[in-house]
């Protein structure tokens, strides 16, 4: 049974003082972490003061938004992955569609910070996506399972079973236009079916595969009934600590 996974990415957004505000706000708040596990991914400036949050309120874990894919050395600006283990970052969002639109990132990049991130006991939320363009051509379905192929090559079976899957078409991100829920159980039936080819049935029924793309309060019973959905990734709607804690406890709603 895979347990529903919830992580709000805060992107780059809030101060510190609203940061401790949500943080205050949420406890005691959030469901039993084997009912639904929940997570915030934060600006790594933040990672300090959600981690120490998490160590107290164990309903919650810290996610980074990002990290390098070296443990240390001479890269001015980026993070460390072993500095973020040892702070007690549980999960790590790599290959999210805006590092890919923004930054260039690569599938090939993207690959070598999996297995950093694997490296230092963390778990690697890889993201993939989809473009309104290619959605429009009928082909959207190879560009959705290549970079989860392309993110997961060298990695061994027991790896992978520590591994997230965000599925995240880029024209739903930020726009408030949701996928529906059949498009969304469709995507992600077809990236559980390529980690069947590539692990097999028993490990590709343990990784959790979760949905990004203006998810909010009222979207979320919907998309979390579909058989292949087993979290989801609220953006904007994750700032606001009273609509989080109404997403987190979408099985009470």
């Known amino acids: 049974m895979r347990t529903p996974f919830i992580v709000g990415n805060w992107k780059m957004n809030l101060t510190l003082h609203e940061v401790e505000e949500f943080l205050d706000a949420v406890k005691g708040n959030l469901p039993d972490p084997k009912d639904v596990e929940c997570a915030i991914a934060a600006s790594s400036i933040y990672m300090d003061v959600l981690t120490r949050f998490c160590k107290e309120e164990t309903n919650l874990k810290a996610a980074a938004q990002n990290c390098f894919y070296k443990d240390s050395g001479a890269y001015t600006g980026e ?20 590092r890919r639109k923004y930054f260039d990132e690569t599938n090939k990049m993207i690959n ?86 590539l692990y097999g049935d028993d490990i590709a029924n343990q990784i959790r595969i979760v949905y990004g793309g203006s998810v909010n309060a009222r979207n979320v019973s919907e998309i979390m009934s579909q058989d292949d959905v087993d979290g989801v990734l609220p953006g904007k709607s994750s700032l606001k600590a009273k609509e989080f804690i109404k997403i987190v406890n979408y099985q009470n709603n």
């Open 79 to 98: 993070v460390s992955p072993m500095a973020l283990a040892d702070m007690g970052v549980k999960y790590v969002m790599l290959g999210h569609s805006e």
């Open 112 to 197: 070598k910070k999996v297995k950093a991130v694997l490296a230092n006991n963390m778990v690697p939320i890889i993201c993939c996506d989809e473009t309104m363009a290619k959605r429009k051509t009928y082909d959207e379905m190879n560009w959705v399972v290549n970079p989860v192929i392309e993110a997961l090559k060298g990695i061994s079976e027991d790896d992978a079973k520590n591994v997230v899957i965000g599925y995240e078409p880029s024209w739903a991100i930020g726009t408030g236009k949701s996928a529906s829920g059949a498009e969304i159980q469709e995507a992600c039936f077809l990236i559980r079916e390529t980690l069947k080819d």
